[in-house]
C-alpha cells in the first residue's frame, strides 16, 4: 500500500530537512527545528538571537541560507509533484522513470527529465511519427547496413505527405534528433561537459562598432564560461542585450574540433560509428544535425541562464554586503546638523534639524553660477547655524559639492565659536525619498527639492534610520543591479535591512514608521500603528504597553520586543536587548545577589563572576544566559563602530587638479568583486583594482575594505577625456608605464548616474561598469594591478 499523505510528507519535510542541514552545515535537527520556527512565523533575527537554544546555535547567515534554500527545494518538490501527475495522466509514468523524477536534486534535471513529455506544438517528429515513419528511423539505427533510399522507398505515402524517399529520410532524421535531443542521460552528459570546456565568444555585431564603443574590449572576446568573473558576464549579457554583440557557447578553444566532439558524442551514445556501412553516414549527419539544431542551443540557453544566475547571486550578495557596511556605517549621533543639497543654477537647498532629527529650518541659496551670491548666502547660514547652535555640516556629495564644500569651509572661519565640522555624504537616493510616499507624509507642506537636504542632514546623525526609508536598490552601492533579476534583488536587500535594523535595535519613542517597520514582526500597518498609539498617548513607558497597539498581538510582541528600545522606562531591562521573556532569568540573578537591577547593570567585574550554568532551564541554555550577562554589561550597546569623517584635500577639486602621485583621504563609496571605488572629491569616484588594496593576495575587497571606510590613496593615472582614476592603497606604489593595449576586461571605473539624474553623479553603477578600461596608460596601470593578483 502507498505511504499515507502524513507520512509521505514527514518523509518529504525530513528530507529537505537532512539536504539543507548538509548544505549549511548543520545537523538535521537543528534544520529542523528552524525550519519550524520559520513556518510558525518567526523571522530570522529573532531565531539567531532569542532561539538558539533551539537551533543548537544557528547564526543569521546561516539561517538566511536555510530560508533561501528551504524555498528552492519545496518549489523542486512543487515541480517535482506536477511533472509525475503530468506524465502518469498521459499513460508513461513507467517505474524507471518515477525513479529517476524522483532522485532528481536539482530543476535543471526534473526538466531534463520532463522535456519529452511536455505538451508543446506540433513538431517536424510529430508529424513523422503520424506519417508512420518511426519505424523507418528505428530499421536504420538497428541495422546501418541497410541502405538508407532503398530501405526509405516503402515508407512512400502521399497521402499522409510523404512525397518520395527523401521526404521519408528527412522526416526520419527529425525523429532521431528529437528523440536525442530530449535525452535526459544525453543531455544532462552533455551539459557537464560542455561547462567544463565551454567557452563564451562575443563577437561585435556589424556595423554597432561606433555605437557600442564602450563595448570595444568584448568585440571579439573569448574565455571560459566556467572561470568568466560575474561582473564580465553581466557586462557581456548587457552588451548582448542592447544588440552590440552576439554571444556564442563554443565546445573548447578549437570551435571546429569542439563541435566534432560533441557530434561524437552524441553518436556514441546513440550506438553509432563510422564502420562503412550503407547508414552509417546519414546517422552520422543525423547526430550533427542533432547537435547543431537541437542541443547545442538547448544548452547554449540552459547554461547561460545557469551562469546568468550565479552571476545575479553574486551581484546581489555584492550589493548586499556593501548595503549593510552603508546601513551600519558610524552615526554621528544627536547633534544638530546643517544639511546642504548642493546645486549651481537651482540654488543650494538648506535644511537644519535639531539633536532629536526634527526639523527647524529650511531655505534656498545661490552661492554658486550664475547667481554668485556668496556673501549673502554665508549670512544666511551663519544665522542659521548660530540660531539653532549647529554642530555639524552634512553636504551631500552631488553637482557642486566641492563648491558647497568650500562654501561650508569659510562658514566655519566665519564662526569659529561655533567649533562646526563639515562632512561630504552620499545624498545617494535622497532624490528617491523626496518624492517618495513617504517623505510626503513626513512633509506634506516642505517642498520636493528642500526634502533631500533634510534627508542628508539626517543620514549623517544615524545613516541607518534614514536610509531605511529608502528603498534599498535606489541607494546605489551595488555592482550591476540593473541587471539582475528585481525580484530576487528586493528580497535579498530588504533581508539585509532587516539584518541590520535588529541587530542595532531601535528606540520605540524616536523611530519613525519606515524604521519601525523593518523589525522583526511588526508590518507596516503596525509600525504605523505605533507611531499613532505614540502620538495619541506620549512616550512609551514600558515594553508592554505595546500590547496596547492595535493590531499589535501576542505573536508580534515576542517577534520585536527585544529590539524594541525604551530609554527611562519603568522597567531598566527594556533599554536593553534582554527579551522580556527572559525577564525571569534576571530576577533570579537579582535575588541571589540580593541587589536591585540598575545595580547590576554595567558591573562587569561582578557579571563576569556570575556563572551561565547557575541560571539554566528547561527554556533557557548556557548560550542564552551569557548574551543575557554581556547585555547587562554594556545594555543597548550600538554596535557601530565611532564616527569619523574623511578630510578631502584642499585646492583638489576636479580632475584637472589631481596628480599622478598625490596621497588623499577620500571614502569608500562602493566595493565591487574587482576592487573598490573612492570618493576623493572630485566628482568621479576613482578606482583602487583588488591587486591595489594590500601589500598581500586579496581574494575579496571587503577583507580589506567595506562601503563608507576612510582611506589614504595615492593616484596612480588620471585620464581626464575620459574621466577616470587609477588609485592604489600601497602608498610606496609608482605609476605604470604604458605598455600594450590591452586592458584587464571588465574592471573599468565608474561614470554616470542612476539617482534620477541627480544626487550620485559620481557613483558607479551598472551601466557604469560595463564600459572596459581605456586602450591608454590608465588601462595598462589596471592590466598590470590585474597581473598581479
Not at 16 to 40: C, H, K, N, S, V
Not at 375 to 403: M, P, Y
Request: hydrophobic residues 40%.
Amino acid at each position: 500500500m502507498p505511504e499515507s499523505a502524513p507520512k509521505a510528507a514527514s518523509a518529504l519535510a525530513e528530507k529537505i530537512a537532512r539536504t539543507i542541514a548538509a548544505e549549511i552545515g548543520a545537523r538535521p535537527e537543528q534544520a529542523r527545528a528552524a525550519i519550524g520556527l520559520l513556518d510558525e512565523g518567526a523571522t530570522v533575527p529573532f531565531i539567531a538571537r532569542y532561539r538558539k537554544e533551539v537551533t543548537g546555535g544557528l547564526d543569521d547567515t546561516q539561517l538566511r541560507d536555510l530560508e533561501s534554500r528551504l524555498t528552492y527545494l519545496r518549489e523542486l518538490e512543487d515541480r517535482r509533484a506536477a511533472v509525475l501527475a503530468s506524465v502518469d495522466e498521459q499513460g508513461k509514468l513507467t517505474d524507471e522513470l518515477r525513479a529517476d523524477i524522483e532522485a532528481a536534486d536539482s530543476k535543471a534535471r526534473l526538466e531534463d527529465l520532463y522535456l519529452p513529455y511536455k505538451v508543446k506544438r506540433r513538431t517536424k517528429a510529430q508529424i513523422a511519427r503520424e506519417a508512420g515513419l518511426e519505424p523507418l528511423a528505428d530499421g536504420l539505427l538497428a541495422d546501418p547496413s541497410l541502405t538508407p533510399e532503398e530501405f526509405a522507398a516503402g515508407f512512400v505515402d502521399s497521402d499522409n505527405g510523404v512525397a518520395d524517399a527523401k521526404a521519408a529520410l528527412e522526416g526520419a532524421r527529425a525523429i532521431l534528433m528529437e528523440r536525442w535531443g530530449e535525452d535526459a542521460a544525453l543531455v544532462g552528459k552533455l551539459r557537464e561537459w560542455l561547462q567544463d570546456v565551454g567557452r563564451i565568444h562575443a563577437r561585435v555585431v556589424d556595423g554597432k562598432e561606433i555605437e557600442g564603443a564602450k563595448y570595444r574590449d568584448y568585440f571579439d572576446h573569448a574565455e571560459p564560461l566556467a572561470k568568466i568573473p560575474s561582473h564580465r558576464l553581466l557586462a557581456l549579457f548587457r552588451a548582448r542585450r542592447e544588440d552590440i554583440v552576439v554571444l556564442d557557447l563554443e565546445p573548447g578553444v578549437d570551435a571546429e574540433a569542439g563541435h566534432a566532439q560533441a557530434m561524437g558524442r552524441v553518436a556514441h551514445h546513440a550506438g553509432i560509428r563510422d564502420a562503412g556501412r550503407p547508414a552509417d553516414a546519414w546517422l552520422l549527419n543525423a547526430c550533427r544535425l542533432a547537435w547543431k539544431a537541437k542541443l547545442h542551443l538547448h544548452l547554449l540557453l540552459d547554461l547561460f541562464g545557469q551562469a546568468r544566475e550565479k552571476a545575479e547571486a553574486e551581484a546581489i550578495a555584492v550589493f548586499g554586503d556593501n548595503l549593510k557596511d552603508l546601513l551600519l556605517a558610524a552615526p554621528a549621533g544627536p547633534k544638530a546638523v546643517l544639511g546642504l543639497d548642493p546645486g549651481l543654477r537651482t540654488g543650494v537647498k538648506v535644511a537644519v534639524v535639531d539633536r532629536t532629527g526634527k526639523l527647524v529650518a529650511t531655505d534656498t541659496i545661490f552661492p554658486h553660477q550664475p547667481r554668485n551670491q556668496w556673501d549673502g548666502s554665508l549670512h544666511v547660514l551663519r544665522k542659521l547655524c548660530a540660531q539653532h547652535a549647529v554642530e555639524l555640516i552634512a553636504i551631500g556629495n552631488g553637482t557642486a559639492s566641492r563648491e558647497t564644500d568650500k562654501l561650508a569651509g569659510d562658514l566655519i572661519k566665519l564662526a569659529p565659536e561655533l567649533k562646526m565640522q563639515k562632512i561630504v555624504v552620499s545624498e545617494a537616493g535622497a532624490s528617491v525619498y523626496s518624492a517618495s510616499e513617504f517623505a510626503a507624509k513626513e512633509f506634506p507642506d516642505l517642498d520636493v527639492s528642500l526634502r533631500g537636504a533634510v534627508s542628508i542632514a539626517r543620514r549623517l546623525q544615524d545613516p541607518l534610520a534614514e536610509l531605511v526609508k529608502i528603498e534599498p536598490k535606489a541607494i546605489g552601492v551595488g555592482q550591476y543591479q540593473h541587471d539582475v533579476d528585481g525580484h530576487r534583488l528586493a528580497r535579498a536587500l530588504d533581508a539585509r535591512v532587516e539584518d541590520c535594523v535588529n541587530a542595532v535595535g531601535v528606540d520605540v519613542n524616536t523611530a519613525s514608521a519606515a524604521l519601525l517597520a523593518r523589525v522583526s514582526g511588526l508590518s507596516s500597518t503596525v509600525a504605523g500603528n505605533i507611531v499613532v498609539y505614540r502620538d495619541a498617548n506620549g512616550a512609551f513607558t514600558s515594553r508592554k504597553q505595546l500590547l496596547k497597539v492595535p493590531r499589535l498581538g501576542d505573536k508580534a510582541f515576542e517577534q520585536c520586543a527585544g529590539f524594541l528600545r525604551i530609554a527611562n522606562g519603568e522597567q531598566p531591562l527594556d533599554a536593553s536587548s534582554v527579551h522580556p521573556e527572559a525577564y525571569p532569568v534576571v530576577e533570579r540573578i537579582v535575588s541571589d545577589c540580593g541587589r536591585e537591577v540598575r545595580q547590576l547593570i554595567g558591573d562587569a567585574g561582578f557579571l563576569r563572576g556570575i556563572r551561565p550554568e547557575q541560571y539554566t532551564d528547561d527554556k533557557f541554555g548556557v548560550p542564552t544566559i551569557r548574551d543575557i550577562l554581556k547585555e547587562l554589561e554594556k545594555p543597548g550597546r550600538d554596535p557601530r563602530p565611532e564616527f569619523k569623517a574623511a578630510r578631502f584635500a584642499d585646492g583638489v577639486e576636479e580632475l584637472k587638479d589631481l596628480q599622478v602621485g598625490m596621497i588623499l583621504e577620500g571614502v569608500v563609496s562602493n566595493v565591487a568583486a574587482f576592487g573598490a571605488f573612492v570618493d576623493i572629491g572630485v566628482h568621479q569616484d576613482g578606482l583602487v583594482h583588488i591587486s591595489a588594496l594590500a601589500d598581500r593576495y586579496v581574494k575579496d575587497p571587503r577583507e580589506v575594505v567595506k562601503a563608507g571606510d576612510v582611506v589614504k590613496v595615492k593616484v596612480l593615472e588620471v585620464d581626464i577625456p575620459r574621466k577616470r582614476i587609477a588609485l592604489t592603497c600601497r602608498l610606496d606604489d609608482s605609476a605604470p608605464a604604458p605598455r600594450g593595449d590591452r586592458a584587464d576586461r571588465g574592471t573599468p571605473p565608474p561614470r554616470g548616474s542612476h539617482d534620477g539624474g541627480r544626487g550620485n553623479a559620481r557613483r558607479p553603477d551598472a551601466r557604469a561598469m560595463s564600459a572596459p578600461p581605456a586602450n591608454n596608460a590608465l588601462a595598462a596601470a589596471f592590466a598590470k594591478a590585474k597581473g598581479n593578483t
